[in-house]
């Protein structure tokens, strides 16, 4: 084990490939866009940015499996798929669920002022007004 650690650690583990986008949601203004982007789009789209720590064993599974499930509840990038529970998502900013706050502490960029998370909230509503999430909860977990 003592040998192994060390050398897992050297070669890494693989990172995936992101699926391709197959229909991004119509957002209702630049800002919006730009907020979700820079604080929910490392998970909930297919263009995640991948770095060289999610090599290291451990951390590897955890993202993928973050970013496996977060894609499967809400996904800018498939919106011609089943996106039922994105209808939470101004409760889960406004509650200080999301995004995850482990995630921030190492992404500043992610990291909303008060009156960024409140305009963030407001236009997902609107966008989701807009160019509506369609129905089907395909998430088993
Ligand atoms: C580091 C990855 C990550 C980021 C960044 C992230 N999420 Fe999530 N999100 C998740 C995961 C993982 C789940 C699934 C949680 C579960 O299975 O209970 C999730 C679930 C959700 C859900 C489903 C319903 C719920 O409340 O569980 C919504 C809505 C959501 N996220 C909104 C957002 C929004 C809005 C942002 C950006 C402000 C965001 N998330 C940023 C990982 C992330």
Redesign the pocket.
């Known amino acids: 084990m003592r040998r192994l650690v060390p050398l897992l650690l050297a070669i890494g583990c693989g990172l995936p490939d992101n699926p391709p986008v197959s229909r991004e949601i119509r957002w209702i203004d630049a800002e919006t866009e730009d907020l ?1 982007r820079r ?2 789009y ?3 789209s297919n263009e995640t940015e991948w770095k060289g720590s999610h090599r290291w064993p451990v951390v590897n599974s955890i993202v993928r499996s ?2 496996r ?2 894609r499967c ?2 996904n800018f990038s498939a919106w011609d798929g089943p996106n039922e ?2 209808w ?2 101004p409760e ?2 406004l509650d200080g ?4 706050r ?2 921030v502490r190492s992404h500043e960029e ?1 990291r ?1 002022t008060d009156a960024e998370i409140v305009a ?1 909230a407001e236009g ?1 509503e609107a966008t989701f007004r807009l160019d509506p999430p369609l129905p089907g909860e395909p ?1 088993d ?1």
Do not use: N
């Not at 669920?97 to 995850?100: K, N, T, V």
């Open positions: 979700a604080a929910c490392d998970c909930h973050d970013v499930r977060a509840h809400m529970d994105a939470e998502a889960a900013l669920e999301m995004p995850l482990m995630y992610a909303l963030l997902l998430c977990d």
